[in-house]
């Protein structure tokens, strides 16, 4: 597997040349040079729905043998169902035809390292306290099992039968299912 934290020895001035920003957008255009209009909407193909953790270490795609247009993709710190993933399930299900949703927690989550005085931190240091939950977890099974639920009890989601939660372990890529009960 390739990643930017495997640059071979010797390479760390390509990676310094400018900001990650310019990296960035010097790879879009790259991309954009070979770039075709693959003629497809918005409408995922699977017509699922995958909420999960912004860890750099999943590769979402990869890891569900997922292609470009398979599933919308929600992510958040934690995969944490929170106001808003509720508010992008809605319009995944109601506009866009999604009938499934998969929850993806991870192993070794920062979110089971701080606490909600993480909050508190914040309000000390910039002088108004945020408004959002931390929503950090010591047990993940039991977060991936709270997430579930606030997913099968929203009333804005009109598709909640086929609702599972998953842990992905970061060290061996597999996925572990979590019963809801």
């Not at 693959?38 to 699977?46: E, I, N």
């Not at 590769?59 to 599933?71: I, M, N, R, S, Y």
């Amino acid at each position: 597997m390739k990643t930017s934290a495997s640059v071979p020895a010797g390479s760390e001035d390509a990676i310094t040349a400018g900001t990650v920003t310019d990296r960035l957008t010097e790879a879009n255009q790259h991309y954009a040079a070979a770039f075709t209009d693959p003629g497809m909407d918005a409408r995922p193909v699977l017509r699922v729905a995958v909420v999960a953790c912004m860890d750099a270490r999943l590769d979402l795609h990869a890891a569900l043998g997922l292609e470009l247009g398979d599933c919308h993709t929600i992510r958040n710190a934690g995969g944490v169902v929170t106001d808003d993933v509720i508010r992008s399930l809605t319009i995944s299900q109601r506009a866009l035809g999604t009938r499934s949703v998969v929850l993806i927690h991870h192993t070794n989550c920062g979110l089971e390292s701080i606490t909600e005085e993480f909050r508190h931190d914040l309000e000390m240091e910039v002088g108004q306290r945020p408004a959002w939950a931390v929503e950090a977890f010591r047990d993940v099974d039991q977060d991936v099992r709270q997430s579930m639920q606030r997913v099968r009890t929203s009333p804005f989601l009109l598709h909640t039968d086929d609702v599972r939660g998953f842990v992905f372990d970061v060290r061996t890529g597999l996925l572990r299912e979590i019963d809801p009960a």
